[in-house]
């Protein structure tokens, strides 16, 4: 599964995405990746610091971060929209 | 009509041609969003806008369909830009036409309230001060939140 980072989301992770295993992601929610996401190093804590401003699209579409992953392609992380 | 693009456009250009030969249009409100060189007493020298691809087209396509929905708009097109901006350039257009100007006014306020909160847009700014990404704003979502309610019902 591709997992994509928008705006300080890729600043602090240092990349724009990468790819995970599907197996990672099976029986597990949004939040439960961003745990192991975390565990992985300071760049991904610093990046989900403040759950409050972590906004999740599976498959281009927003949803809630206590999301099953399920078979999604893929998965964005991005804080709050500021367009306009 | 939605439009995602690194270019610059013409309000009136692109009005006129929204509006061509249609004789039912009473009334097209045309709202155009412009850099300013100062954001939060901090200089700005330049602003990039970021979108997600796919998701920005799909998520202003929701929006224009949801005003169409609400207000019997006979026309309507919104152009968000990308990219690197300056000062006094242009970010956004809105262009709403129908029979008469009260549906034409509240579904422009309408699709700019939710284009801002609803679209997956960032803006980061850059100046003398450094660079920053731009916080969302409580009084754009409150701003939001007041079309919760359907104007119909």
């Known amino acids: ?84 | 009509m939605i439009l995602v693009q690194q270019s610059d456009f013409d309000p009136g250009h692109e009005l006129d041609k929204l509006v061509k030969d249609r004789t039912d249009i009473g009334a097209s409100v045309s709202f155009v969003g412009h850099m300013r060189a100062r954001n939060n007493g901090r200089a700005v020298e330049t602003m990039t806008l970021e979108h997600y691809p796919g998701m920005a087209e799909k998520a202003l396509a929701r929006i224009e369909a949801e005003a169409r929905d609400r207000w019997p708009l006979d026309a309507s097109l919104i152009i968000h830009r990308v990219g690197p901006l300056k000062p006094g350039d242009r970010i956004v257009l809105v262009i709403t036409a129908s029979a008469h100007r009260q549906a034409a006014f509240e579904a422009a306020e309408f699709l700019m309230d939710w284009l801002k909160t609803k679209a997956p847009f960032w803006k980061k700014e850059e100046g003398p001060d450094g660079t920053n990404w731009v916080a969302a704003k409580d009084t754009d979502e409150n701003a939001a939140q007041r079309w919760t309610a359907s104007p119909k019902s």
């Open chain 1, 1 to 84: 599964m591709k997992i994509l980072y928008f705006a300080w989301f890729r600043d602090r992770i240092g990349k724009p995405e990468e790819t995970i295993n599907a197996a990672d992601c099976e029986n597990k929610t949004i939040a439960d990746l961003i745990r192991l996401l975390v565990e992985r190093g300071e760049e991904y804590a610093t990046a989900f610091e403040d759950i409050s401003v972590v906004h999740a699209a599976l498959d281009m579409e927003e949803v809630p971060l206590t999301t099953p992953i399920g078979k999604a392609r893929e998965l964005a992380f991005y804080p709050p929209f500021t367009g306009g």
